[in-house]
């Protein structure tokens, strides 16, 4: 079974801070993502990566960083948290660039608030 | 511009029968389309696909019918039950391949009465 896993389920963070949410995944996938959920706007991209290093803006990413090192670990970074980055964050990961390989596999999400 | 769009936030149907999700896109270059089924506090996982070239995917309750001309897909389920409740998001792929990324919808949640 692929699992993904999140750092965090729950996290309060105040405003200005420097906030890192972690993502693992066991299956040697080369793809990684990360999303943000909220209500009435569904699951929006923020961004992505294909390989170690490698990284690329989704639809939102601004106020975003991301970072790459090994190939199993894909860090969201928010470099000074706002209110308005109170979300669900989701990871997922995919096997690998081939057109058939469109899965996703999610983790369970962090819920972070930020006060 | 949205390029996915589920029109109804939510759909009520009673158990024993079929439950019918729709999705729109305008992109025509979304040639793979995917359907997630998202519980309470849990991430979404994948239900069934389908690529471009098919018209109809089936697998056990589930089916999926995809119409290009009309840019439109949707998921039948039959027959509902109650741990279909959930919410269920579309999902569509370009030829840019699974590395891309994925367009969701804003989903619908579907109720299940017994």
């Known amino acids: 079974d692929v699992k993904v896993t999140q750092s965090s389920r729950y996290l309060v963070k105040r405003t200005g801070e420097k906030v890192f949410l972690e993502c693992v995944q066991d299956?040697?996938?080369?793809?990684m993502f990360w999303y943000r959920q909220d209500p009435g706007l569904g699951l929006r991209l923020i961004y992505f990566s294909y390989d170690v290093k490698m990284k690329e803006k989704g639809d939102i990413p601004e106020g975003y960083s991301v970072s790459r090192e090994k190939k199993e670990r894909f860090s969201l970074i928010l470099e000074s948290a706002s209110t308005n980055q109170t979300s669900m964050y989701l990871c997922?990961?995919?096997?690998?660039?081939?057109?058939?390989?469109?899965?996703?596999?999610f983790g369970p999400g962090t819920r972070l608030t930020v006060t | 511009d949205q390029q996915v769009k589920q029109n109804s936030p939510s759909l009520s149907v009673q158990e024993g029968r079929i439950s019918i999700l729709n999705c729109d896109y305008t992109n025509s270059m979304f040639d793979y389309f995917l359907w997630y089924k998202k519980y309470p506090a849990e991430g979404p996982t994948f239900l069934i696909s389908i690529s471009s070239i098919k018209d109809k995917n089936e697998d056990g309750r589930f089916t999926v019918f995809l119409n290009k001309s009309a840019k439109h897909l949707s998921l039948h389920i039959v027959p509902s039950q109650p741990g279909d409740s959930a919410v269920y998001f579309c999902?569509?792929?370009?030829?840019?391949?699974?590395?891309?990324?994925?367009?969701f919808g804003k989903g619908t949640h579907l109720i299940i009465q017994p």
């Open positions: 999902a569509a792929s370009d030829s840019g391949g699974g590395a891309d990324g994925l367009t």
């Open positions: 997922a990961s995919s096997p690998t660039r081939r057109r058939l390989d469109y899965e996703q596999y």
């Open positions: 299956m040697d996938h080369e793809n």
